[in-house]
Structures are given as C-alpha cells and as structure tokens.
C-alpha cells in the first residue's frame, strides 16, 4: 500500500509540489529527478518513497518547471540560471519544512542539482547518491537524448513512450511500465506551461562543474551506473569518480537509464544501506 502523500508547499519565492513518505521520522532523503518531456518526481521516485518510509522522511519535489511545481518568470536564459532557481527552490523548501540536514538522491539531472547544492550548501547535507549522472566533460549527447530533446518538434504519445523504451535495458520486460506512464508524461508534457519551461531547459547545454571544485566535495558520495545506459553512458560516473575524494561507485549490468526502476528492490537496498553505514 502507498503510504505517499502530495501537497504543495508555497516558500518565498517558489511553488513546490512535493511527494512525501515517512514523515516524521529523524533522517531525510531528498529525492531529485532527472530531465526529459513530461517527467515528475512521483514518476522517478514512487518505489523509492514506499520502501525508504519505515526510517526515513522521504522528499520527493517536482523541480521547478517540471509536474505541478511553479515556472520561473521571466524564464532564465542559460541552463546555470535554471540550476540557480533550483538550488535555491529546494533550500526554501526545506527551511519552511524545518529541515536542517538531509541525505540525497539525484538522478540524471538530479545529480548536476545535487553537486551544486554541495557547492552551495554544504553543511546542509550528509552523505549523497548520484544515480546516472551526465553533465561531465566527458558525457557524449547520444542519439537517445537528443532523441529526448527534440521531443517538442513533432510531439505525440507514441514519440513519447518510444523515449522511454530507450531509457531502460529491457523495453519488453518493463512495457506495462512504459506503458502505464506513456500517457500520463505525454499528457503533462504537453500542458503550455510544461511546454515552455522544458523547451527552455533542453535548449541549454550543462555546465560541469570544475575538478577544482569536485576536490573540495567533503561528503561520502556513492555512484550508481547502469552499465548499458544509453542516455548518460557510465563513463560520466568515471570521471566524477576519479575526481570525488570520498566515493564509491556501483554498476549494474543489464541496466539502463532507469536503476530505481529497473532494479528497484536491490537499489532501495543499497541506499538505505548506504545512508546507515552498511557499505
């Protein structure tokens, strides 16, 4: 049974539809999604919040200009500027939530939100998951993602669950899957202000963070790559791993974009390991 719930929390500055599981209890784990047409938190992250909730206060917001969290007016003019609203999105967040330190998990463009927020603030988080990162000098713009980007030029609900095949190892084994959310990240894909905001976003190119900077990264950070991802390909967690100084790295095989889904019960375990000081 889901024990997940949806409210919309209103800060300073930003509207934030947040999915939360566990609250109440001591430890939090920030969720972060990635990128992609249509996509929202609850998406991403809805086994990790049903199985993470006996010991943690699980959060898992849609970002600013994703689901059925608030846009940015004027709409920014560069990919830094959207990373800018979101880092200070999430800190207003969990100031009016009352949370002093959390845990994270970031997918995909989760992961470059996560390192910024470790720049930015990083006595307000412990130890951190980046779950097929990009956004590395070395992360190649594969046929797939671009694919994914160019979704709004000729947008339909097959193009849709045709990007999402392409996320995941096994399309067959996980097609009630796709199936199930073809629709609905089609239909929220294609609400106007959806529409304005992620156009904007897939138009600007990721700004990697220095190796200078990634040195100076304090906090434990456990790497989790599926090994025949085609969006982010494993080599960007190779890199972050020869620059991170206290890290780990985990690759699944028969893995695509999409391990908290494709591996789900193994991956909920590792992190909750993880966070308790198992590994």
Known sequence: MSNITQKLIKTNNYETYLNRSGEGNSETILFLHGSGPG???WANWRYALNAC????????????????SGHPNPIPKNRQGWMD?????LIEMLDVLGIQKAHIVGNSLGCSIALE????HPERFDKV???GPGGTPNTKLSTELARAKGFYDNPSEK????IMSWFVYDDEKLAPEIDALAQTRYETAMRS???ISNESIFATAAVPVPVTALKRIKNPVLLVHGRDDMVCSVESSYYLLSYLPNVQLHVYGQTGHWTQIEQKDS?????????SNKL
């Open 53 to 68: 909730n006996e010991k943690y206060d699980c959060l898992a917001p849609d970002l600013l200009g994703f689901g059925n």
């Open 267 to 275: 991956f909920n375990l590792l992190i909750q390991n993880y966070f």
């Open 39 to 41: 996509v929202f938190a």
């Open 193 to 195: 202000e959806i529409h």
């Open 117 to 120: 927020l470790l720049l930015e």
């Open 129 to 131: 998951v980046l779950m």
């Open 85 to 89: 609203h979101w880092v200070n999105q």
């Open 159 to 162: 193009k849709m669950r045709q």
